[in-house]
């Protein structure tokens, strides 16, 4: 599986993003997708996951403000993020697990920076 991942960029607080990851390959396996981010200086973290049937979780800081979302016909998933934080900078990476590999793969990363 292959992941391409894009939609990062420059926004001021309080604005909006939308990623996009996009996978290729042996997308029939694909079973959990999601957003995981890397501020400077800290250890990766899930921001938000969606299962194959649609069932989304998110971390506590991103409730209410971000949206995950996946379209299994283009085999791609969607990280709509509202009310920026400057919080919220870091590179985020497109993560999927498959029914056929015990390791996840991951995308190349997206920087997201917010600031004004």
């Known amino acids: 599986v292959q992941l391409q991942a894009s939609g990062g960029g420059l926004v001021q607080p309080g604005g909006s993003l939308r990623l996009s990851c996009a996978a290729s390959?042996?997308?029939?396996?694909?079973?959990?997708m999601g957003w995981y981010r890397q501020a400077p200086g800290k250890q990766r973290e899930l921001v938000a996951q969606i299962t194959r049937g649609g069932s989304a979780a998110y971390v506590d800081a991103v409730k209410g403000r971000f949206i995950i979302s996946r379209d299994n016909a283009k085999s791609a998933v969607y990280l709509q993020m509202n009310s920026l934080k400057p919080e919220d900078t870091a590179v985020y990476y497109c993560r999927v697990t498959t029914y056929t590999r015990a390791a996840p793969y991951w995308g190349q990363g997206t920087q997201v920076t917010v600031s004004s």
């Open positions: 390959g042996s997308i029939s396996s694909i079973d959990v």
